[in-house]
T-cell receptor, first 113, second 115 residues
Framework: GAGVSQSPSNKVTEKGKDVELRCDPISGHTALYWYRQSLGQGLEFLIYFQGNSAPDKSGLPSDRFSAERTGGSVSTLTIQRTQQEDSAVYLC???????????FGNGTRLTVT | AQKITQTQPGMFVQEKEAVTLDCTYDTSDPSYGLFWYKQPSSGEMIFLIYQGSYDQQNATEGRYSLNFQKARKSANLVISASQLGDSAMYFCAILNSNSGYALNFGKGTSLLVTP
């Protein structure tokens, strides 16, 4: 079966513009996570969705960041008024049961110029 | 809050030798899980091995084993018989039950396997 799919794989945008990053989790996976990985750094947790529960947004760095998950499947991470410090690889992961092994997508590399 | 510390930013090992990547953690949860992931230059995150805090035995998966010392709060990854393809970033992570079971990752260790 298909793995976690993220699009676009690369995104270059100008400072101040909004961007949307998409994640298509593995079919049937109820839990979905967004992480951010800056150059040479570890992964920073951003947000978590589990089924129909309210998302855990505790990792979002500012109110410019938001995410939604429609129909319990595809998720979109939106960054408004992008800043240069938003440049990073944004990774999405899903799992069939919260707390079990995360399956990661290949990420979206965002560059803000 | 849970925290992972990886003190080795970079490691070298010769092909066919064994190597240990260090990981220490801090948590107040009585029950937790520890993970190791590999990230090659392609960027994908590959799950390697998992250790539950109540597991009696150290986890093993092929050439990977986890040296779990609960009292010392360490969960070192041992890679035996290193291969050139093992060159990658390695991340240790702890399950954070306070944040929707998200994983808290360390900063990683870059491993280079030399011929």
């Amino acid at each position: 079966g298909a793995g976690v799919s993220q699009s676009p794989s690369n995104k270059v945008t100008e400072k101040g513009k909004d961007v949307e990053l998409r994640c298509d989790p593995i079919s049937g996976h109820t839990a979905l996570y967004w992480y951010r990985q800056s150059l040479g750094q570890g992964l920073e947790f951003l947000i978590y969705f589990q089924g129909n529960s309210a998302p855990d947004k505790s990792g979002l760095p500012s109110d410019r960041f938001s995410a939604e998950r429609t129909g319990g499947s595809v998720s979109t991470l939106t960054i408004q008024r992008t800043q240069q410090e938003d440049s990073a690889v944004y990774l999405c992961a899903s799992t069939s049961t919260a707390g079990m092994t995360l399956h990661f997508g290949n990420g979206t590399r965002l560059t803000v110029t | 809050a849970q925290k992972i510390t990886q003190t080795q930013p970079g490691m070298f090992v010769q092909e066919k030798e064994a190597v240990t990547l260090d990981c220490t953690y801090d948590t107040s949860d009585p029950s937790y899980g520890l993970f190791w992931y590999k990230q090659p230059s392609s960027g994908e995150m590959i799950f390697l091995i998992y250790q539950g805090s109540y597991d009696q035995q150290n986890a093993t998966e092929g050439r990977y084993s986890l040296n779990f010392q609960k009292a010392r709060k360490s969960a070192n990854l041992v890679i035996s018989a290193s291969q050139l393809g093992d060159s990658a970033m390695y991340f240790c992570a702890i399950l954070n039950s306070n944040s929707g079971y998200a994983l808290n990752f360390g900063k990683g260790t870059s491993l280079l396997v030399t011929p």
